[in-house]
C-alpha cells in the first residue's frame, strides 16, 4: 500500500471538471488498482455517479475511470496498461 500526493489543479483537469466551484468541497481522492478496469466499470455504472468512463491515461501507464461516493469523495479505478 502507499501514498501519493497530487496537485488539486491537476485532477480537475485531468478529470475534465469544468467548474471548479462545484469540486472545491472534494479533499481526497481515493485510488484503487483492480484487475480489469472494464469489468468493474460494467459493475459500478449502473450502481453509482460515474465521472469518467474507462479511459488509457498513456502517460500515466494505466487505464482508469472515476467515480463519486455517496460522500462525494473521487474514486479511481485502474489497471495497468
Same mark, same amino acid.
Given at each position: 500500500m502507499g501514498r501519493s500526493l497530487f496537485i488539486k489543479e491537476h485532477i480537475i483537469?485531468? =478529470?475534465? /471538471?469544468n467548474d471548479k466551484t462545484e469540486y472545491k468541497n472534494h479533499k481526497q481522492v481515493i485510488v484503487v488498482e483492480v484487475d480489469d478496469v472494464?469489468?468493474?466499470? +460494467?459493475? /459500478?455504472?449502473?450502481?453509482t455517479n460515474v465521472i469518467t468512463e474507462p479511459t &488509457?491515461?498513456?502517460?500515466?501507464? %494505466?487505464?482508469? /475511470?472515476? %467515480? =463519486?461516493?455517496?460522500?462525494? &469523495?473521487? %474514486? +479511481? /479505478?485502474?489497471?495497468? =496498461?
Open positions: 483537469k485531468a =478529470l475534465n /471538471f472494464d469489468q468493474t466499470y +460494467e459493475d /459500478f455504472k449502473s450502481k &488509457n491515461r498513456d502517460i500515466w501507464g %494505466i487505464r482508469c /475511470f472515476h %467515480i =463519486l461516493d455517496p460522500e462525494s &469523495n473521487v %474514486i +479511481e /479505478f485502474y489497471n495497468a =496498461l
